[in-house]
């Protein structure tokens, strides 16, 4: 679910900064770049983080895959009010946020996903990562046709193009949230 909401916004953000900030060509491809410096920044930090800690480091990497996805959908949510506000909008700053707070997830739902995939009796944990493997790839390829899809439908039946780009932020943002609600109960059934 995390992933389908990571890839959601991965084809319409560009076009979001030109369409609704005025953005050029160069400026909106530069935007892509300091999303990927936001997750690199955040990859790295938890990476680090996640290294040094004592303790439950799977609780640790399931908090901050939570986290990650919280703080994901409240970016996404920024993106949204961003488009109603205008161009004096920090966008730079707000899509930063946003990969930052991918990278916070990404690289602990990795991380989570490594470590289970041990448990069990016959464990097979190659099985198990290439299975995850396949559904990730499935929910990147389907989550970009679907922020796509969506952006065109809704700017059918919306009249103002921002209104249809913060209706897809939403959506995207939902998803996350569910994706935070499912990892909160991950585990929880176990005796």
């Known amino acids: ?89 920090p966008l730079q700053p707000t899509v930063f946020a946003l990969g930052f707070a991918n990278g916070v997830f990404a690289v602990s739902a990795i991380a989570l996903m490594m470590s289970l995939a041990g448990e069990g009796e016959a464990s097979r944990p190659g099985l198990k990562m290439g299975v995850w493997g396949a559904a990730q790839a499935l929910a990147f390829g389907f989550g970009g046709f679907t922020g796509a899809a969506s952006l065109d439908l809704m700017r059918r039946l919306v009249d103002e193009t921002p209104d249809a780009f913060a209706i897809v932020f939403m959506g995207e943002a939902i998803l996350f949230l569910s994706a935070a609600a499912l990892m909160v109960r991950l585990g929880q059934g176990r005796s």
């Open 1 to 89: 679910v995390s992933m389908l909401a990571y890839s959601t916004q991965d084809l319409i953000l560009e076009p979001y900064a030109g369409l609704v900030f005025g953005y050029t060509l160069g400026q909106s491809t530069a935007l892509a770049g300091v999303q990927h410096g936001g997750v690199l920044i955040g990859m790295v930090l938890v990476g680090v983080a996640g290294t040094v800690l004592r303790g439950d480091r799977r609780m640790w990497m399931k908090r901050m895959t939570i986290l990650g996805c919280a703080m994901s959908a409240m970016a996404l949510g920024a993106l949204a009010f961003a488009g109603q506000s205008g161009a004096g909008w």
